[in-house]
């Protein structure tokens, strides 16, 4: 069974640039899940997604903005970049509104210079 | 507000000794807790999974223990490999929010000959 995938791997932007991120879920599951890793940070949760719609959004500016497609698939949006952005953007999937936990992809590492 | 806190920062042990890691809350109203493992430049690795009514789940050499009453939870690593260096991250579900994780900053082990 394949994994989350997560695309691209590594990201290198300009500030003020847009980044666009992809993740393709585990077949078969519905909500997709965004969280930043920041160097020295935690995990800080992003954006939450299930069945197409976006359920929970953390405390990060509109400029972070994301949806899901029909297969499932999500895509992270970043505007107008900013230095701190530079971070590893991690994506999961579960089941709907599943409480089993959730399988976290390799991430995509956002450099914004 | 819903806090993790996890100690030690780092720890350094040699091969074949024991460890425990801790993690501390104010997440409520809580619904699981989880442990996972992350490689530097990976996503994270689901250990195991804890509700309010477990006190002990073992995952092969990994151990965690949960007191719902004072919030705390560990996780104990027997006979330790080198294979175990790696950052231990707790990550504690409310009830509230859906299936968003509030993540502590992690523990970063290495282990040594």
């Known amino acids: 069974e394949a994994g989350v995938t997560q695309s691209p791997t590594h990201l290198i932007k300009t500030r003020g640039q847009q980044a666009t991120l992809r993740c393709s879920p585990i077949?078969?599951?519905?909500?997709v899940y965004w969280y930043q890793q920041a160097l020295g940070l935690g995990l800080q949760f992003l954006l939450w997604?299930?069945?197409?719609?976006?359920?929970n959004r953390g405390n990060f500016p509109p400029r972070f903005s994301g949806r899901q497609f029909p297969n499932y698939s999500s895509e992270l949006n970043v505007n107008a970049l900013e230095l701190e952005d530079s971070a590893l953007y991690l994506c999961?999937?579960?089941?709907?509104?599943?409480?089993?936990?959730?399988?976290f992809g390799s991430g995509t590492r956002l450099t914004v210079v | 507000k819903n806090q993790v806190e996890q100690s030690p920062q780092s720890l350094i042990i040699l091969e074949g000794k024991n460890c425990t890691l801790q993690?501390?809350?104010?997440?409520?109203?809580?619904?699981?807790l989880r442990w996972y493992k992350q490689d530097t430049g990976r996503g994270p690795v689901s250990l195991t999974i804890?509700?309010?009514?477990?006190n002990t789940k073992s995952n092969g050499r990994y151990t965690a223990t949960l007191d719902a009453d004072t919030k705390q939870s560990s996780l104990h690593i027997t006979a330790s490999q080198l294979s175990d260096s790696a950052s231990y991250i707790c990550?504690?579900?409310?009830?509230?929010?859906?299936?968003?994780?509030?993540f502590g900053t992690g523990t970063q082990l290495k282990v040594e000959l």
């Open positions: 999961a999937s579960s089941l709907s509104w599943g409480q089993n936990g959730y399988t």
């Open positions: 077949s078969g599951h519905t909500s």
């Open positions: 997604y299930d069945e197409g719609e976006e359920r």
């Open positions: 993690c501390n809350y104010t997440v409520s109203p809580f619904s699981n």
């Open positions: 804890m509700t309010f009514s477990e």
């Open positions: 990550g504690v579900n409310g009830t509230g929010g859906g299936n968003k994780l509030t």
